[in-house]
């Protein structure tokens, strides 16, 4: 939101002890946070009121006049291009030397003629963006009188950001920001005139069909008005703060809203000659002023007169009761509505206006009147042959009232070290609009409406006004006191991180964050369909994903782009069966001539994980896979019975996917399954004292013999002389496989002689013949 | 005679000068000093020498023997100093390492400090449902609250949980006061993707409930927190901030570590970066969450470990972090 300095000026009683460029510094410390501090008009130099003496057309441009342009002493011979030049205008002249929005004016040739200085424009001025023609300033101006010292040029423009005002409906005008700077500045906050209304007419018919949603409707209608030309401080004011001048009853609206926060509409009284507050019908459509045609819903809030809509409450009003060229009458409308209701119009809509911002954040229904009645003496100013026409009616059902909360003195001891006395308490909250009632245990606190329709309730509310007015940097920082309460335990977060880094430091990973939603591309390109749970908001990368590893492709196949082998981790969120699932994900990727060494390379970062960190011997089964896994050589990973992950080699198609020639391994372990498993005891196997004997074998099969069967049979040779059995080496040769294999023998009690070696390895050949296998050498 | 000799040891070093083996030392040994060798046959000369000549050479012949002599167990004694290796030396190596991802080893700094003060880790869930995401943290359906963090709502009912305080309503729920507890992950806000802004980021909540907690011990744990994470003096500003669920609320801003507080994309040019928003749990939330807010008091606090890992380490543009780009991050090897 911006706010102006000079406008904020004329709400404080002595500002001009205020530093309105440094204040903002300890307004963001102590209400809310100021963006940005600007000066506006400070770039204008020597522009002062002239006016048009004599002007004549170009004798060969169509668009260009010859001006003389007096400043009360002297005249200036001008060439200008606007259209509205005539004798008699008095506008803003910039002299030779002088400046216009930081551009310096020089004297030079216009088509043939020497220009002595420019007659400005809006735009050129900086103080709007009309650039139809100069300024035209009124008759009775002086000459030669510098245009800032007549109009609020120079200003300071401050942004608030919007977030922070989020429970300060009072602090969405200047009013209230004032208010806050009175405050904390130890200021005095002056009252607005206002026009009082005798209400001695008849009253409007009005009537709130929703009470809830529509919790105070005030309505006037005024006639007689003749000029509805906005003065020009006023279309300055408007147009440094964000708003496009209309004319006098739309910006006096706009005024009111940036002044007071409350948000107000002026009707064409021709058209609205009666109020009914009351809900849309479903699917009706209706055009708002920026002439877009509207779908409405049934539970759009409505101002109707009965059978036409006139506008949708709080957000926009309609065009067909716009403000036009020849209003003289209008109806003025100042009223509250259900925060929610708005905010949910407003969305549903995709219309965020200037009103429904406000109304959103639960305004005061007690300003709707004053709101009224100061428009009216605004506009009365402009007016002065105006009547009303109607009373000032209100509908009003259900007043609020002030509340008290009661502050225990025991209770801000509670809070803070900081001993606030009687004094300060006052000091500090009466100018915030409190009124403070001192008691010798607590503080009866009556708070203003203005604060009290969300942001102020309890105790705990108060003890924030003391503390940020009284200054958070002066709270001294205290340890927490050593309390010995055991502590509740939970490893999840430490266990993921010792994972990690195990996994970094053993074999070189990389740990990357994704996202929790499948690329929708990538699916698409993949033809993979996935039903999941899906984001209601988005129609790309909507499908959140239950498959860690497939979601983290397109991420490997952008690494492969500058690496020949992409080795990444990641412990993350999948939503399985509706369900939260933790899921460590590791893929390798590399060269499809490398993929034997890079499986094996991943079945040894399983089976070493589980070693290392649970001391337990994994297992891997065949099983089934979706499509996208290769389904050969995918296996799952089990703990006894239990399956704890899988270990996959992606399908051809996503391999091209992610790079030529390239393939990619992917680890995929259930976290909560992991941490689920008890880490076995070691206990530590005694070192033989006798000499251990290794024996290699070679054993020749079939090319379709795998590990798993030879092993199978090897478990079946049993003798006590056997330490360990390994797996050495594999390689082809002709139409046989070759498997060698280690032994590693010998006997806790003996020395082994040559006999009993001999005797061992007779026997292990014999079991391995009579399995119809050949040992070779 | 005397010729020969020297000849014959110009001989030996030389050939000595060329081996580096045990076996070529030996050879040349046995080649010059053996007992079919050269200078064997003129020691064995000797004897028929006559006995002037035998005076003048009988020394001469010996004193060399034993200058060999020690020439080849010096060679042979160098020898064994070595290895005996035949490489270069000086080739570069490269290095390989594996790395863990910032937010991960800034979360990890944070948990640490809070964990010397006492403070369990917990983890929560980031599919998360209505209830602990905004209503037990007294955000009610149509507060504006909910604007502020524009939401990803789920087609099943459920949300993407937009800040990591719903894990203050679970620790509450789930253990009671006194409390003292932290909980780092990912959260999601449904914003437009730029150098500053992501969809999914990484806070830590932090809680704290006993009797007289204040507001000056929450300070004490932010700032300890922020010193230990960066090693140095942080310049800190404390101002109002609004949330829901607390009551006293602030902002702890850190001067912006990437410009030194001019200004820039990242802090937005305001020369300070949103690090910890935080306050006093608000009575109503310890009051749903059964707690009784007459007996006890407490603070909450969220630090955004994504923008803190930012600030660490320099990082300027956010996207980075979820990029999974290996040439990104591998600058994060594993202290």
């Known amino acids: 939101m911006l706010i102006s300095c000079n406008r904020l000026k004329k709400y404080i009683k002595n500002s001009e002890d205020i530093d309105f460029e440094k204040v903002w510094q300890t307004f963001t410390m102590k209400t809310a946070e100021v963006e940005n501090v600007t000066l506006k008009g400070y770039d204008n130099k020597d522009v002062v009121t002239a006016k048009i003496v004599e002007c004549k057309p170009h004798p060969e441009s169509k668009k260009l006049s010859l001006l003389k342009v007096s400043d009360g002493e002297k005249e200036y011979d001008i060439v200008c291009g606007a259209p509205n030049v005539r004798v008699g205008l008095i506008g803003a002249l910039v002299r030779v030397g002088g400046m216009v929005s930081g551009m310096e004016i020089k004297e030079r040739r216009l088509a043939g003629y020497l220009s002595c200085g420019m007659m400005c424009a809006w735009d050129e001025l900086g103080i709007g963006d009309d650039h139809s023609g100069i300024l035209e300033l009124n008759e009775d101006t002086p000459l030669g009188v510098e245009l800032s010292d007549l109009y609020p040029i120079k200003d300071i423009i401050v942004e608030i950001d919007n977030k922070s005002l989020t429970n300060r409906p009072d602090l969405w005008g200047h009013y209230g920001i004032a208010r806050e700077i009175c405050a904390i500045t130890n200021h005095e906050l002056n009252e607005l005139p206002i026009l009082e209304v005798e209400n001695n007419l008849e009253d409007l018919d009005i009537k709130i069909e929703e009470p809830k949603l529509c919790r105070r409707y005030c309505g006037i209608k005024v006639k007689n008005l003749k000029n509805n030309q906005t003065p020009i401080d006023m279309q300055i004011f408007l147009n440094y703060v964000g708003m496009r001048s209309i004319n006098l009853f739309v910006d006096l609206t706009n005024f009111l809203m940036l002044e007071l926060g409350q948000p107000m509409h002026a009707f064409d009284e021709r058209v609205v000659k009666n109020i009914q507050v009351r809900l849309a019908k479903e699917n009706d459509t209706y055009k708002t002023l920026d002439q877009t045609e509207r779908t409405l819903k049934k539970d759009t809030l409505m101002i109707t007169n009965g059978q036409n809509y006139f506008g949708i409450a709080g957000v926009m009003g309609g065009l067909d009761s716009e403000i036009l060229d020849d209003t003289d009458s209008i109806f003025i409308e100042s009223a509250n509505f259900n925060a929610g209701s708005i905010r949910k119009t407003a969305i549903a809509l995709g219309l965020r206006t200037e009103a429904s911002a406000r109304y959103e954040k639960s305004l005061d229904p007690n300003m709707c009147d004053l709101a009224i009645k100061r428009l009216l003496y605004l506009l009365k100013k402009e007016n002065p042959n105006m009547t009303l026409a109607s009373n000032l009616t209100d509908i009003y059902p259900e007043p609020i009232v002030e509340k008290e909360v009661i502050l225990k003195k025991e209770t801000i001891k509670r809070y803070t070290n900081i001993s606030f006395s009687d004094t300060i308490v006052k000091n500090i909250l009466e100018p915030l609009g409190f009124k403070v009632s001192v008691k010798s245990d607590a503080y009866h606190i009556t708070v203003p409406t203005y604060r009290a329709t969300k942001d102020i309730s309890l105790d705990a509310d108060i003890i924030e006004e003391l503390v940020r007015i009284y200054g958070f940097d002066k709270l001294k920082e205290e340890p927490l006191q050593g309390t010995i309460t055991p502590n509740v335990f939970e490893n999840i977060w430490d266990n993921e991180y010792h994972v990690k880094r195990y996994l970094a430091n053993a074999f070189n990973l990389h740990e990357i964050h994704s996202y929790i939603w499948y690329e929708t591309d990538l699916l698409n390109k993949l033809g993979i369909i996935k039903e999941n749970v899906k984001l209601l908001s988005s129609s790309k990368n909507n499908i959140l994903r239950d498959d860690l590893s497939l979601s983290l492709l397109p991420i490997v196949k952008n690494n492969l782009k500058n690496y020949p082998q992409v080795d990444i981790m990641e412990i993350g969120t999948i939503i399985k069966d509706n369900q939260n699932e933790k899921h460590l994900s590791i893929i390798k990727a590399c060269d499809e001539d490398t993929i034997f060494k890079t499986y094996q390379e991943a079945k040894r970062i399983v089976i070493t994980l589980f070693k290392v960190m649970k001391n337990i011997q994994v297992k891997f089964i065949k099983g089934t896979f979706p499509s996208y896994y290769d389904p050969n050589k995918s296996q799952k990973i089990m703990v006894g019975n239990k399956e704890v992950g899988e270990l996959k080699i992606f399908s051809s198609k996503c391999n091209q996917y992610i790079g030529k020639k390239k393939i990619a391994v992917a680890i995929d372990i259930n976290f909560m399954e992991y941490l689920n498993i008890k880490k076995q005891n070691k206990v530590i196997k005694e070192i033989s004292k006798y000499p251990v004997v290794s024996l290699d074998y070679t054993i020749s099969t079939n090319l379709n013999t795998l590990y798993e069967d030879i092993e199978k049979i090897l478990h079946g040779f049993t003798n006590s002389y056997i330490k360990e059995l390994s797996f050495i080496d594999v390689f082809t040769k002709g139409e046989n496989k070759n498997y060698t294999i280690r032994y590693i023998v010998g006997s806790d009690s003996k020395t082994l002689t040559s006999e009993e070696l001999e005797k061992f390895k007779n026997k292990f050949i014999k079991y391995i013949e009579k399995n119809d296998l050949k040992i070779v050498s | ?335």
Not at chain 2, 106 to 112: L, N, Q, R, S, Y
Not at chain 2, 233 to 244: E, L, N, S, T
Not at chain 2, 265 to 278: A, F, Q, V
């Open chain 2, 1 to 335: 005679m005397q010729e020969k000799i020297n000849e014959l040891l110009k001989n030996v070093e030389k050939e000595l000068a060329t081996v580096t083996k045990e076996a070529d030392i030996l050879n040349i040994k046995s080649k010059y000093v053996g007992k079919k060798s050269e200078f064997n046959n003129l020691l064995s000369s000797l004897k028929d020498m006559s006995n002037e000549d035998k005076k003048i050479y009988g020394p001469l012949l010996n004193a060399k023997k034993k200058e060999l002599e020690q020439l080849f167990s010096d060679k042979l004694s160098n020898l064994n100093n070595t290895a005996n290796l035949d490489f270069d030396e000086t080739l570069p190596v490269k290095i390989t390492t594996g790395s863990l991802h910032p937010v991960t080893i800034v979360a990890k700094e944070v948990t640490d400090v809070l964990k010397r003060m006492g403070f369990t880790v917990l983890s929560g869930v980031e599919m998360e449902d209505d209830y602990h995401n905004f209503e037990a943290l007294n955000i009610p359906k149509d507060h504006p609250a909910r604007d502020m963090q524009d939401t990803y709502y789920l087609d099943n009912g459920l949300l993407l949980r937009t800040q990591t305080s719903g894990d203050q309503v679970h620790a509450m729920e789930k253990y009671q006061a006194p409390l003292k507890i932290c909980s780092p992950g990912r959260v999601f806000r449904n914003e437009d993707i730029d150098a500053s802004h992501e969809n999914t980021f990484f806070q830590i909540e932090g809680m704290v409930i006993d009797e007289n907690v204040k507001i000056e011990n929450m300070f004490s744990v932010m700032k300890s927190v922020l010193e230990e994470v960066f090693k140095q003096d942080v310049k800190i500003r404390v101002r109002p901030g609004f949330f829901p669920f607390t009551e006293p609320s602030f902002e702890m801003d850190m001067s912006c570590l990437i410009c030194g507080g001019k200004g820039c994309p990242t802090c937005k040019n305001s020369g300070w970066i949103e690090l910890i928003p935080g306050g006093m749990v608000h009575p109503n939330v310890l009051k749903m969450s059964g707690i009784d807010p007459q007996k006890y008091t407490g603070f909450a606090f969220g630090i955004g470990l994504t923008r803190l890992a930012m600030m660490k380490y320099k990082i300027s543009d956010i996207r980075y972090l979820n990029s999974g780009d290996i040439r990104f991050l591998e600058n994060f090897e594993i202290e």
